[in-house]
């Protein structure tokens, strides 16, 4: 082979990755967009309002049906990227994100049809991630969340996000509860509960530095207190050392969070609680 046909072939590649790799960023932030227009269409109504809540959420859901088979493209259009990064357990991680996501907006809306959509996205997603990688996926979810808040300036994607990270924490943690032959268990069953406990913790807390970013002050804090009590569950469960420093830094984070909105006196009572709660504890 020439050198001049060598090099109309090298071209050829190059330019082949590089069209492959730009179709990918392309996919990814109409996605993004796309999803961003659709939490922000939900976002903006009245809480109060229960029948333009209910018909936005079914909007939503009709459009993730149209959006649902255009995510699969851009998982296939994401993949270079991935593989490229060398690890198929990234990408596991990567795409069951994706799924929980569907499965909780498609959750939002009254129709029959998207609660068994919302199901089956769910069940694919656990599929991919084991218990053991199920808190790892989570993280994932929470700093795309961040990501979104804090350099896409995208706030209502970002809260949509860490609501979807903080629901499917819940659901794991009822699963838990419901699992028969780890209840049994006396010394795996409370551990492994108090850890899926210290998990739901973190991302409530996450969700109301959200809140908290975005002006909804009353609902961060109760956010915050959210917090405090499943990591009290967390202790309960297993009294080890590690779970009381982390309560004891819930306990920090709200009372700050209570003083710096001017409720000083609750702030204190919340630090009062936190001495009673050690001092029993011993």
């Given at each position: ?125 656990d ?23 804090y ?16 629901w ?6 009822d ?74 830094s ?22 009062e ?10």
């Amino acid at each position: 082979m020439s050198a001049d046909k060598k090099s109309r072939l090298f071209l050829l590649c190059l330019g082949s990755v590089v069209a492959v790799f730009g179709l990918s960023a392309v996919f990814q932030i109409v996605m993004i967009l796309s999803l961003n227009w659709c939490c922000e269409a939900y976002g903006k109504i009245n809480p109060g309002d229960a029948a333009d809540k209910k018909g936005a959420a079914d909007d939503i859901a009709r459009v993730i049906r149209v959006f649902s088979p255009a995510l699969i493209v851009e998982q296939w259009a994401r993949a270079p990227f991935l593989f490229f990064d060398g690890s198929l357990d990234t990408a596991k991680l990567e795409y069951a994100a994706d799924d929980y996501l569907i499965s909780y907006i498609q959750s939002l809306a009254s129709e029959k049809e998207n609660k068994e959509s919302s199901l089956a996205w769910e069940e694919d997603a656990d599929a991919l991630v084991p218990e053991l990688r199920f808190s790892a996926c989570m993280r994932l979810m929470s700093d795309r969340a961040a990501f979104y808040q804090y350099v896409l300036h995208l706030p209502y994607l970002a809260e949509t996000y860490q609501r979807c990270v903080v629901w499917q924490c819940r659901r794991a943690l009822d699963e838990l509860r419901r699992d028969v032959d780890l209840q049994k268990s006396a010394d795996l069953g409370p551990a492994v509960e108090a850890e899926a406990n210290l998990l739901l913790a973190e991302q409530i807390n996450n969700l109301g530095d959200l809140y908290v970013a975005h002006g909804k002050y009353q609902i961060a804090e109760r956010a915050y207190a959210d917090a405090v009590a499943s990591v009290e569950s967390a202790c309960r469960l297993d009294p080890i050392d590690y779970n009381y420093e982390v309560l004891e830094s819930r306990y920090l984070i709200w009372s700050k969070y209570l003083a710096r909105i001017n409720k000083e006196e609750e702030a204190r009572q919340v630090l009062e609680r936190m001495l009673t709660t050690f001092s029993w504890a011993g």
